[in-house]
Each structure stands twice: as structure tokens, then as C-alpha cells.
T-cell receptor
């Protein structure tokens, strides 16, 4: 079975531009998480969904960030307008959380490295 | 509320030496505990986990961790490290039940020198 798929793997953009990061979770997983990783702040949870519904977006830094999950197999994280301080690696992860033999485990994608100039 | 503290941000060791990466947690309810590993330019992947039963859990590449309820710890150990173990290691805690999601520590960078 394919793992969590993220695109693009690398994105370089200029300040003020819109950035869209994409994620395809593992089929059958009902939880989806977006994380941001930086040297300064480590791994931060931005938002998570359960059955396509946003449950907690308290980690989203500001209104420039938005996330959607229109169906069980696709999610986007959008930054508009982007700023240099948004430069980071963004990870998507999916899980069944409390069901099945992988109870509690999160499956991570390989990340999208964003550089805002 | 649940939280995780990884006491060391960086642990340098020489190849073939033993290593211990420390993890302490706090939770008002029972817990599941996890160690994830992140190799350079990759996502996190599960190394080992404790859900219930034996307090000593092992990974396929020689790491082990012991759940110590009285000390609220889940330290990761390996008796002899290899260069390829160089990575970032994250401890995570989750309480059973769908209303709880995993909480991650800040990570410990294991640097293995030849």
C-alpha cells in the first residue's frame, strides 16, 4: 500500500505569493494531520481533521494559513500571502488513531520543503 | 493534558558505543508511548511503541525502550550504535481514546561519529 504522498517536495517562492501544499493520506485512515518543522520551533501541529472535518486548528499561526479536506483522499494547506518566516518543512500525516493493529501510530509523508525569498 | 520532555537536544557518541535517549512524559490518564526516527530529508517513521503488556519493547534494528510508570519515563537505548543511526529521534505520548491525539517531544539529534 502506498504511504502518505505529499507534493511538491520542494517549493521556492517569493514573498507575497500564494503557496499550496498537497497531501494524499493512506486509504482507510480517518485522521489527517498537518505539521510544520523548523530548527527554532521543532515539530508543530498546525491542524488536524477527523473524517474530513477540521477538529483543532489552534496551531495555525495566523489567518494567512488555511487548510481544507474536501474528501477522504485529499487535503491542502494554503499560505496566502507567503512570508520568509513561513520557510519550513511541512509534513502531512495520517492515522486510524485508535483502531486496528497500528493503534496510535501516525504515518508521515516525506514533507514539502518551502523556501520563501 | 499530556506532555513530553526530551531532556537532551543533541547526543554525540562514537560508533559502537552505547547510547540512551531520555524521554519523560506527563499524563493524567493511561498512556501509549512511541519513539519515532527521522533520517535526513525524510519524514518521521515509527521505531517502536508501548501500548500494554511487557514494559520492554524492541525495534528490529536493535533499539529498545522501557516503560517506567513510577518514573513516567520511556528512555530509548541501544547497546552499540552504528553510523547509520545518525538521525533525529522523537518521543510521543498518546492517551487511549479517539479524543486524544499524539503529543511529540522536541526531538533529540543523535550524532554518531566514526
Amino acid at each position: 500500500d502506498a504511504g502518505v504522498i505529499q507534493s511538491p517536495r520542494h517549493e521556492v517562492t517569493e514573498m507575497g505569493q500564494e503557496v499550496t501544499l498537497r497531501c494524499k493520506p493512506i486509504s482507510g485512515h480517518d485522521y489527517l494531520f498537518w505539521y510544520r518543522q523548523t530548527m527554532m520551533r521543532g515539530l508543530e501541529l498546525l491542524i488536524y481533521f477527523n473524517n474530513n472535518v477540521p477538529i483543532d486548528d489552534s496551531g495555525m499561526p495566523e489567518d494567512r494559513f488555511s487548510a481544507k479536506m474536501p474528501n477522504a483522499s485529499f487535503s491542502t494547506l494554503k499560505i496566502q500571502p507567503s512570508e520568509p518566516r513561513d520557510s519550513a518543512v511541512y509534513f502531512c500525516a495520517s492515522s486510524q488513531l485508535d483502531r486496528g493493529r497500528n493503534t496510535g501510530e501516525l504515518f508521515f509523508g516525506e514533507g514539502s520543503r518551502l523556501t520563501v525569498l | 493534558a499530556q506532555s513530553v520532555t526530551q531532556l537532551d537536544s543533541q547526543v554525540p557518541v562514537f560508533e559502537e558505543a552505547p547510547v540512551e535517549l531520555r524521554c519523560n512524559y506527563s499524563s493524567s490518564v493511561s498512556v501509549y508511548l512511541f519513539w519515532y526516527v527521522q533520517y535526513p530529508n525524510q519524514g518521521l517513521q515509527l521505531l517502536l511503541k508501548y501500548l500494554s503488556g511487557s514494559t520492554l519493547v524492541e525495534s528490529i534494528n536493535g533499539f529498545e525502550a522501557e516503560f517506567n510508570k513510577s518514573q513516567t519515563s520511556f528512555h530509548l537505548r541501544k547497546p552499540s550504535v552504528h553510523i547509520s543511526d545518525t538521525a533525529e529521534y522523537f518521543c510521543a505520548v498518546k492517551s487511549p481514546g479517539g479524543s486524544y491525539i499524539p503529543t511529540f517531544g522536541r526531538g533529540t539529534s543523535l550524532i554518531v561519529h566514526p
